[in-house]
């Protein structure tokens, strides 16, 4: 046995071979230096150099070839792979977790190596294991605890981190120092150390980065992120010194938190460390680090070393919790501690979202900010905490346009015209148009229907549809006296529709004010002659109130108010001033109007007024003065009465308002006011009314009602409308909105912020996602958080424990339509074969995924055509090697030479080597070598003929591979085969005859001597029937004849080498008859001859070829039209020969240079045989003159071409030969036309004119020597006449032209060519020609005339260039193609006339298949919509149907003229077949079968033909049918007991392969019993009971069950077993446990805190108290104890004076810009108290939107465009580096201009 090989680092080549040993792939891969990346070797085997023999290792250096790693990385994948089969699946995954390995396999489907690898891995189950998994190299060492070392059990523990092999399975014995190598390799998957992610595979450590990908050198940084750069966190390094004292034993070193990592303390001094942590949850612990050790605090590893002078703690972290690293007062002396560690940055500036835009179209701009974020807490946090580290840099905010699109289109409306009546009725009209804003802000009337999208205001409406003022005449005052004759007043007020006072009633209808009154009581006094009126106060109010009219439509007097009275007391005057006004309606404006527009009395401007007595005195006594202040007041005895003193304030400032007259009780003679008791009720006057304020109201903003909040909680909406309006008259409600622009004052907030408090945690649920397929059903997912709404606005997203309320469901179909039809395809199946060339196919199903998902089979017709490479592919593997014989690699090989040789002169022996074919003069002697390798030579064995040979006296077996023939005779001819193991060789010898024919073989000697007389005697006749009857390619024969195989392999090149012998110009005396052979020839080779290729060469009469040459000659004839192969293997022959001489006169120079002195064999000068073969094949071409004698060879006819003297055309006879022109005159009189032709046999001559036959007359004559006379010429006489000179060989003809006087003549044809196969076709104009494309046309147009004719070209009419003509005047078109299809004219013209000719030329597009079928597929739809269809394809498609079925089968096909198309059924046309029913229709197009049978199965084929050629093109009709078959049982459902049963599993079949049981939906299951399983009895077991219900809710329980031993017996009964039994199989089951561990909590909560929360709201804020999670004996507990119970709101709205705030805005700044689009202005924007009126905070105010401090301005085109900046924030543009931006490099072109 080899000793062991350590392991080794694969190496090249070069070493392998020259070192001790070789490492072999199995799969026969060279190994290669793979010095990058990850390496995954197979196993391998080692074999020792002694064992490889040289043949061995010589196929090795030959058959491999060194991989350069490099050139491995730079090819693609895809070129590697070219001959590997497809990766397979990938396997198991090492591990389950912790990260473990997998592979995949390939195998190479060549028969030669491919390159690359056949095996490669990839990492898995990348995800951390639980604490309890233990460690994975651990568990290997413990499986080997059960197996004996040395005759001993051992508790293995595993030893990790060797330097010099880590990936093999070392373990230390347990309690001992033993360490032994259990294992070479470790699984696959084991860490190679423990601190590195560097993995095991194969045995090798594989490198392993921080993503977990193989061969990645990706790290982790400082901040433990993969592939960082360092920028998530800060070092922090300091040193403390204790300063302690007995009073102060500890102190804080240095505060770690949550997150670090890398911490290293060392503490120098007598004092002590220990730990205090804190969780973000909020729990504390303490850790004293008594001792030396590893310890897990919070999770967190705690590395702690302690020495007698200092103290290490490391802690590689992250930490998870708050780490307080404290120090204890322990010695007298002072102690330090230097500390290190990586802080992560838990606060980062986060750029926020861009700010809703300044405006929702036509342009506006928005910002981003910055806010600092925390991300431990998932929050955003005040900016003081990012501004904590230096590292953390706040974004620069950013500016940017938005919502450039121009506004939509709007209805604009012009003011209400004025009504058209003032009262009962009018209607009033405006204009409405739609118009546009541009980004200017210009406005643009456009089309109307731009504004669609809204209704259309009204263009007219009524008004003042109230009735018209009337006047209202009040209850009559009681008479003016008590006795007799008096008068009597009433009020007469003008009334509108509202019952107000008011103007314009007609004076003209309006009632009296005063009439006389009687009363019936007498009087005692003295009687006056007229009743004297009585003036009281109120009745001169009354009358006041009818005087102070409204100013109407109509001119009217309008008093104003009297003034004051002239006095203070006594008797004054009050004036006041009277107009004639109106009320112009149409503006609502008063005018004023000369008095005599007025109609009816003026009231009066002056009264006289009593202000009370002077002084107190009391006056003297005026009866004039009294009356007429008083009017004869002492006639009343009351002293209190009634009086109207003013009216009220108005009730609206404009629009029209009301007033009321104010009555007061007044003293009438101190006219102060009296208690209202002392007058009398009765009499006190009507309430009145009147108008006042009735100019139009300035424009105002009308503000609505606030909307419902839109959130309940967590900081809504409430919205309003608000918009600028101005009210013409309140009395008419007339009201019209305005531009927000005319209301000055500025606008009232729209939105404010309401509910401004944190909502209780709930589910959010985010937009669903894309569907997870675009048809056919699907998934949409969403993410659904458990988030709350805080009182800013922000979520806080929450663990999912905080919302009790039901999640939202996550996930939901898709609603999209059903998807199209396609095929699915299966995975290819394996090779056919197991080595060699073979197939692999796989199956294609038509399907189509229904909108529910759904997928369901339909009929493959539905599907486009599947080509036939898609379901079926060659595959090729290794070589197959014959049973029981070594492989390929180390079979024997023959070193055969592929060569053809012929024997000219006869030589005494010949030596040849195996693999050739030799044609030979009988009586030579032959020695015929096979040489091999890796064969032993006296194993060869050699056959003739497929029998085995043995050595005689006619032919020697030598021991050492030769075969010798003595005196070759015809029974040797044959084929040789030379064997060594499974290689063969072969030799073909074939015999020349004496008259240079191949001999066959003899049937006997008898039959060979009776055929020689004959040979001998006819050799013509011989010759004549071989080749009629010889099968082949070289002679004409008949289809059958041509299509009959040759039976001989061996005879491929015997009809070549028979030309060869045949052709004229060997030398005779090389074909010597082998009976009168010399005896003194001389041997030139002798059987110890070690090179026979040299000795060939030296033969100066063998000729030698390459098979090769031989095999292209056979193949370019193959390739030829029938008709032309003759002809061309004669060309083709001939071109061989004088090949085959000139190799072999090179041979010859070369063996005569090195042979110098020796004598040739034969003294026949070698030129000599070269000269008499050129001049053989010189007179047996064409063209040759001189008279054939009897004895020469049959020749082809040739007309010999003659020069004729010029002619003149006075001539009266005229006499030339063939080729010249004769011109005929009025006086010629005789023409005689000469041809003369030699040929054997003597060639006939015949005449014919124009390309028809001369009919001879009396004036047209045959002389005896074959020319043409034609007496007394006529016009009818011109032409081009031929003479045509034919044998039996074949025929000549040339032509000559006769002219009328020398005017031009063309030689044309009418024929009709149609060719298909001819490269070149040549036709005469006037012909029509039909070809194919890619011929070479020439159009021949041949002239005559005197003098000489100039020819020009046309096509369709155009004149063509002069490249495309010949020198003849033909025209050649090359390479033609449909574009050169046309007319095309020769025109023929010299001095006496012009001729044109046409030839039509037709390009033929053979039959084939179109390259777009979608309109055969439209056919196939309209004439079968429902029908299954398929169309043919010329290698042949395939339709699947059941019987019963209907199918269309479409035909494609394209070609010019179009073809005929002809259905076949199984190679018979479709007419004779009775079987289907069928319709051809669409012109042959379609066929159409219906009801399909058994019969109907097969192939069918349309045959399209044209004149240009004939496609077949194929389709196959299965009948299939699917079925239920009985597959297999399943696993017995139990393993024991009375209840076990196996279940027969069915599988749906089709033609014995199973498919989707979905195709056999509805077939009829077959009927299946289950089979009884496993009926024993079961083993004795611990039987349990359900858990009782716990003792407690919360706070500690128990709860039991019932545990008992029973058995199952096979009868299905349960027996009771002892304890002991089922202890000793199992333990028993614990029957008690605990329950409800957890505490018993509730939910505990402070009073309610002061209200100084966030302002929500006018006035409102937000207050908070504390709530938190307890026990029932009030221990705080963590909130999550409490998840499970409704949690108290937190916080609550409260009042509060500091809320009472608004914003305040000053006045517009100047402009950015002058003009342009980009001008800014800003104002100052504060928060301000309502009540102080000062300065506050502005998050006050944050309740309310904040207005905009800043807009846009001057947006007028700029009338130049010099580069200046029109903005002043261009300075910030170029910090904020966004010049580059589009809208910025304009505005800012200045500053821009000069970064």
């Excluded at 196993?43 to 090795?60: A, V």
């Excluded at 392993?208 to 592939?227: A, F, I, M, R, Y």
């Excluded at 082998?1074 to 005896?1079: F, K, R, V, Y």
């Excluded at 709860?1599 to 077993?1617: D, E, H, I, W, Y």
Aim: some cysteine; aromatic content about 6%; proline content about 7%.
């Amino acid at each position: 046995m080899a000793p062991a090989v350590g392991p080794r680092r694969p190496g090249s080549l070069a070493p392998i071979l020259s070192g001790t040993l070789c490492l072999l792939h199995i799969a026969g891969q060279v190994c290669g230096d793979q010095s990058q990346g990850a390496v995954f070797l197979r196993e391998f085997t080692l074999i020792r150099r002694e064992s490889l023999h040289d043949d061995f290792l010589s196929d090795l250096l030959n058959s491999h070839k060194i991989e350069d790693a490099s050139s491995r990385t730079a090819r693609s994948e895809e070129d590697r792979d070219t001959l590997w089969d497809a990766w397979g699946p990938w396997s198991e995954c090492s591990r389950t977790c912790g990260g473990g390995a997998s592979y995949s396999l390939r195998r190479c489907l060549s028969s030669k190596s491919c390159e690359g690898r056949n095996i490669r891995y990839r990492t898995c189950s990348n995800v951390d294991c639980p604490p309890e998994a233990g460690d994975f190299r651990a568990q290997q060492c413990s499986a080997h605890n059960d197996v004996k070392h040395h005759g001993q059990f051992y508790e293995w523990l595993p030893v990790s981190n060797d330097p010099d092999n880590p990936c093999s399975l070392k373990c230390q014995a347990k309690g001992t120092s033993l360490v032994v190598e259990l294992a070479p390799k470790v699984l696959d998957g084991t860490r190679c150390y423990t601190e590195s992610l560097d993995m095991c595979i194969s045995g090798l450590c594989q490198i392993v980065g921080c993503d977990h990908q193989l061969g990645s050198t990706v790290k982790e940084d400082n901040c433990g992120v993969c592939n960082g750069d360092g920028s998530t966190c800060r070092l922090v390094r300091g040193q403390y010194k204790s300063q302690l004292s007995a009073t102060k034993l500890d102190d804080t070193v240095v505060a770690i938190p949550y997150g670090s990592r890398h911490v290293r303390l060392v503490l120098k001094g007598p004092d002590h460390l220990y730990l205090e942590t804190k969780t973000l949850q909020g729990t504390k612990g303490e850790n004293s680090l008594s001792s030396t050790g590893t310890f897990l605090v919070d999770n967190s590893s705690v590395d702690f070393q302690k020495f007698p002078d200092k103290e290490i703690l490391r802690m590689a972290g992250p930490l998870t919790a708050d780490f307080i690293i404290k120090i204890h007062n322990v010695g007298a002396a002072d102690s330090t501690v230097q500390f290190i560690f990586y802080q992560p940055i838990i606060h980062r500036w986060r750029e926020t979202d861009f700010f809703p835009c300044s405006a929702t179209c036509g342009g506006g701009y928005q910002l981003t900010s910055a806010e600092c974020y925390d991300l431990r807490s998932n929050r955003i946090v005040a900016d003081q905490y990012c501004h904590y580290y230096p590292e953390n840099v706040k974004p620069k905010p950013k500016l940017q346009e938005c919502n450039l699109d121009p506004c939509p289109a709007r209805w604009e409306s012009t003011p209400w015209t004025a009504c058209s009546s003032s009262c009962g009725g009018g209607i009033q009209s405006r204009t409405v148009s739609c118009v546009e804003e541009d980004i200017q802000g210009h406005v643009s009337s456009v089309e109307e229907w731009k504004c669609m999208y809204t209704p259309k205001m009204p263009i007219v409406q009524p008004c003042n549809i109230f009735d018209c003022p009337k006047w209202l005449a009040q209850e009559w005052s009681p008479c003016t006296v008590t006795c007799g004759q008096g008068l009597r007043y009433r009020v007469v007020l003008c009334i509108d529709h509202r019952g107000m006072h008011t103007g314009g009633c007609s004076p003209k209808t309006k009632p009296h004010i005063k009439e006389e009154c009687i009363i019936p009581t007498p009087c005692y006094k003295p009687k006056e002659k007229l009743p004297v009126e009585a003036k009281l106060p109120w009745h001169k109010q009354a009358q006041e109130l009818e005087e102070g009219a409204v100013v109407s439509e109509e001119p009217s007097f309008i008093p104003e108010a009297w003034s004051a009275c002239t006095v203070t007391c006594g008797v004054g005057t009050q004036v006041r001033m009277v107009k004639c006004q109106v009320l112009l309606s149409f503006s609502q404006s008063v005018a004023d109007l000369p008095v005599d527009e007025c109609e009816g009395p003026k009231p009066v401007s002056q009264r006289a007024c009593y202000a009370g007595p002077c002084n107190g005195e009391i006056s003297e006594y005026n009866p004039e003065e009294t009356d007429l202040l008083y009017g004869g007041l002492q006639d009343f005895d009351e002293l209190y009465d009634w009086e109207y003193e003013g009216f009220t304030e108005c009730s609206e400032s404009c629009g029209g308002g009301v007033q009321e007259a104010v009555v007061s009780c007044l003293n009438k003679q101190t006219r102060e006011t009296a208690d209202e008791s002392l007058c009398v009720t009765s009499r006190r006057p009507p309430k009145l009314l009147k108008s006042c304020n009735l100019d139009p109201c300035p424009s105002r903003w009308e503000i609505g009602k606030w909307s419902p909040c839109s959130l309940t909680c967590g900081v809504g909406l409430q919205t309003r409308d608000v918009f600028c309006s101005h009210l013409l008259s309140r009395e008419m409600n007339e009201t019209v909105v305005l531009a927000d622009e005319l209301c000055h004052k500025p606008k009232p907030i729209i939105v404010q912020a309401c509910n401004r408090f944190n909502c209780p945690p709930a589910w959010y649920p985010a937009e669903w996602q894309q569907c997870s397929r675009t048809c056919g059903g699907g998934i949409q997912k969403r993410d659904v958080l458990c988030k709350q709404r805080l009182a800013d606005g922000s979520f806080l997203e929450l663990p999912e424990t905080f919302c009790s309320a039901p999640r939202f469901t996550n996930q939901q179909a898709c609603k999209n339509e059903d998807c199209p039809h396609e095929w699915h395809l299966s995975e290819w199946t394996q090779c056919s074969t197991s080595c060699g060339e073979g197939i692999q196919t796989r199956s294609a199903v038509c399907r189509k995924i229904l909108k529910s998902g759904e997928s369901v089979t339909v009929n493959s017709s539905l599907c486009p055509p599947l080509p036939f490479s898609s379901s079926v592919q060659p595959c090729m593997l290794t070589a197959c090697a014959r049973p029981s014989r070594p492989s390929p690699k180390h079979s024997p090989h023959i070193t055969a030479i592929r060569k053809i040789y012929i024997q000219t002169r006869k030589q005494r022996k010949l030596h040849f080597v195996v693999g050739g074919f030799a044609y030979l003069l009988p009586k030579t002697s032959v020695v015929l070598r096979c040489p091999t390798r890796r064969f032993r030579k006296p194993l060869i064995t050699w056959e003739k003929d497929g029998r085995h040979l043995t050595s005689s006296a006619h032919i020697t077996v030598a021991p050492f591979g030769y075969l010798k023939i003595h005196r070759l005779k015809p029974s040797d001819t044959g084929t040789y085969t030379c064997s060594a193991g499974p290689a063969q060789e072969h030799f073909v010898i074939k015999l020349i005859g004496g008259n240079r024919k191949l001999l066959t073989r003899p049937l006997g000697l008898r039959v060979e001597e009776e055929a020689s007389p004959v040979r001998k005697n006819m050799p013509n006749e011989a010759l004549r029937t071989q080749e009629k009857h010889q099968n082949g390619i070289f002679f004409n024969g008949s289809k059958a004849e041509k299509r009959a195989p040759t039976v001989d392999p061996g005879s491929r090149y015997d009809e070549i080498v028979s030309r060869l012998l045949e052709l004229r110009g060997w030398p005779g005396e090389l074909f010597t008859s082998w009976e009168a052979q010399d005896s003194t020839e001389r041997n030139i080779s002798s059987e110890e001859d070690q090179n026979p290729e040299q000795a060939l060469l030296h033969l100066p009469f063998t000729m030698v070829t390459e098979q090769q040459l031989l095999d292209d000659l056979l193949r370019n004839i193959s390739q030829q039209p029938e008709e032309l192969r003759d002809l061309y293997s004669k060309h083709l022959v001939a071109q061989l020969a004088r090949e085959i001489f000139r190799t072999h006169l090179e041979h010859q120079d070369s063996f005569l240079k090195t042979t110098e002195g020796r004598a040739h064999p034969v003294a026949i000068p070698p030129h000599k045989h070269v000269s008499g073969f050129s001049s053989s094949l010189r007179i047996s071409s064409p063209g040759s003159s001189g008279e054939m004698k009897s004895d020469q060879p049959h020749r082809k006819p040739v007309i010999l071409r003659k020069i004729s003297a010029a002619q003149q055309l006075s001539a009266s006879e005229v006499v030339t030969h063939l080729g010249q022109t004769v011109a005929l005159a009025s006086g010629t009189l005789s023409v005689l036309l000469h041809c003369e032709a030699v040929g054997n046999p003597k060639p006939t001559i015949t005449w014919a004119r124009n390309g028809e036959e001369v009919q001879y007359s009396d004036r047209i004559l045959l002389q005896p020597d074959d020319s043409l006379q034609i007496l007394a010429p006529v016009e009818a006489d011109v032409g081009f006449y031929t003479c045509n000179a034919s044998n039996v060989l074949g025929s000549d003809s040339v032509s000559i032209a006769v002219t009328l006087a020398g005017k031009p003549l063309v030689k044309t044809s009418r024929l009709v060519m149609t060719n298909t196969d001819l490269p070149v076709v040549t036709v005469d104009v006037g012909s029509v020609i039909k070809t194919i494309q890619g011929v070479n046309v020439t159009i021949s147009c041949q002239v005559a005339g005197v003098p000489e004719v100039e020819v020009t070209w046309f096509r369709n009419k155009s004149k063509l260039a002069p490249l495309h003509h010949l020198q003849d005047g033909s025209l050649s078109i090359t390479n033609v193609s449909f574009s050169d299809q046309g007319l095309y004219s020769c025109r023929a013209v010299n001095l006496h006339g012009e001729v044109t000719e046409n030839t039509q030329l037709v390009i033929l597009d053979p039959p084939h298949p179109p390259s777009q079928v979608e309109d055969m597929k439209a056919l196939l739809s309209a004439n079968g919509p429902n029908f299954p269809s398929v169309l043919t394809s010329p290698l042949g498609t395939q339709l699947v149907l059941s019987p019963g079925n209907s199918a269309i089968l479409g035909c494609p096909v394209k070609g010019h003229p179009m073809p005929n198309i002809t259905w076949f059924h199984d190679h018979q046309p479709i007419a004779t077949s009775a079987e289907p029913t069928y319709s051809i229709l669409e012109a042959g197009q379609i066929l159409q079968i219906t009801n399909i049978s058994g019969g109907s199965q097969g192939e069918f084929s349309c045959l399209a033909q044209n004149e240009a050629g004939r496609l077949v093109q194929k389709a196959s009709l299965v009948i299939q049918e699917y079925w239920w078959s009985v597959d297999k049982l399943v696993g017995c459902s139990a393993s024991c007991g009375n209840k076990g049963v196996q279940q027969l599993q069915l599988k749906c079949v089709l033609n014995s392969t199973e498919v989707n049981p979905s195709y056999c939906a509805g077939k009829a299951k077959p009927a299946v019993q289950p089979v009884a399983c496993n009926r024993r009895d079961c083993p004795s077991r611990w039987m349990v009971t359900s858990w009782s219900s716990c003792t407690r809710s919360c706070g500690g329980g128990v709860q039991t069950r019932r545990v008992t031993c029973q058995k199952l017996k096979a009868t299905g009964v349960s027996v009771p077993m002892s304890n002991d039994v089922c202890s000793q199989l199992a333990k028993r089951p614990v029957d008690t446990q605990a329950c409800n561990q957890q505490l018993c909590v509730e939910w505990a909560f402070s009073s309610w805190g002061q209200c100084n929360g966030p302002c929500i709201g006018p006035r409102l804020a937000v207050q908070h108290r504390q709530v938190f999670c307890q026990t029932r004996d009030g221990i705080s507990l963590p909130s999550e104890q409490c998840s499970a119970l409704p949690r108290p709101v937190s916080t609550q709205n409260c009042w509060a004076e500091a809320c009472g705030v608004h914003w305040r805005v000053s006045l517009w700044t100047l402009c950015t810009a002058t003009c342009g689009n980009y001008g800014f202005q800003s104002r100052r924007v504060e928060c301000v108290n309502n009540r102080t009126n000062k300065p506050v905070p502005e998050h006050l105010c944050s309740w309310r939107p904040r207005p905009a401090n800043w807009q846009r301005c001057n947006i007028t085109p700029c009338e130049n465009m010099e580069c200046r900046d029109t903005t002043r924030y261009c300075e910030k543009v170029k910090q904020l580096k966004l010049c580059q931006l589009t809208q910025f490099k304009s505005r800012c072109c200045g500053t821009c201009g000069k970064v």
